[in-house]
């Protein structure tokens, strides 16, 4: 399996978890809240669930009939297949939302687990967070290092969109800093007792720590802003 379908089964199992989907309407979450999916077809989502399907994960179920089935036949519309998450699907995301190996950590992975950021457990939340900072800041000592290198031998345009690249990165950096401080803090009041205003709010302490001006965040968008991942063509290490 490719590591892009890997991301796609992973953002439909997400999609359908909260509730069951035909195949446009998955298209039309995927391209709206995932950004990464903007440029996709009905090719690469139909195969995609056809194996998910396979593994037991999803079932189909028929739509809604047409007002009018005769009509419907004869100008070639069938009823749409309505996709919906299995119990052993629904494991099957919680495993994958609970790991935190380098794969969370690069740019498009990441952004997909972001946006399932919701129905993620803190810890792991915490742990996906500061392993895409480790890694934007090794690759940042890399471009910095590059730069200052080829310096001398790049024209202004050339250093210009270096140093455009760079900066990305440090807002991503800046951001993921504020993102861990806020998601301690939430932790930190939570643990604070019954009288913290987390509890009495009635929260139930797993988005507590997010930052209010991010409600973005929480639908799976970019936060206000954030540049979202960094261009991987702007890495000047590759």
Not at 71 to 91: D, P
Request: proline share 6%; charged share 30%.
């Amino acid at each position: 399996m490719s590591r892009r379908s890997g991301i796609l089964e992973f953002a439909v199992l997400g999609l359908l978890r909260e509730s069951p989907m035909h195949g446009y309407e998955l298209r039309k979450r995927l391209n709206t809240s995932l950004g990464i999916f903007r440029a996709f077809s009905y090719g690469t989502l139909y195969p995609c669930l056809k194996t998910l399907v396979a593994n037991g994960w999803l079932i189909e179920e028929p739509g809604s009939a047409p007002e009018d089935a005769l009509a419907a036949s004869l100008a070639g519309r069938r009823a749409k297949i309505v996709y919906r998450l299995t119990a052993e699907g629904k494991e099957h995301f919680e495993e994958l939302l609970s790991h935190t190996g380098p794969d969370a950590w690069e740019d498009e992975h990441f952004a997909a687990r972001f946006a399932f950021f919701g129905q993620t457990e803190r810890e792991v939340r915490m742990r996906v967070l500061e392993g895409r900072r480790s890694r934007l800041e090794e690759r940042l000592e890399k471009m910095r290092a590059s730069l200052a290198r080829t310096r001398e031998r790049l024209d202004d345009y050339t250093l210009e969109l270096q140093r455009h690249g760079m900066e990305s990165v440090e807002r991503e950096v800046r951001w993921l800093n504020e993102l861990i401080e806020s998601e301690r803090a939430g932790r930190d009041q939570r643990r604070s007792g019954p009288g913290s205003p987390a509890q009495q709010e009635g929260t139930s302490g797993e988005a507590d720590g997010l930052p209010r001006h991010r409600d973005a965040a929480s639908s799976g968008g970019t936060p206000p802003g954030h540049p979202g991942p960094p261009d991987p063509s702007a890495d000047t290490t590759k």
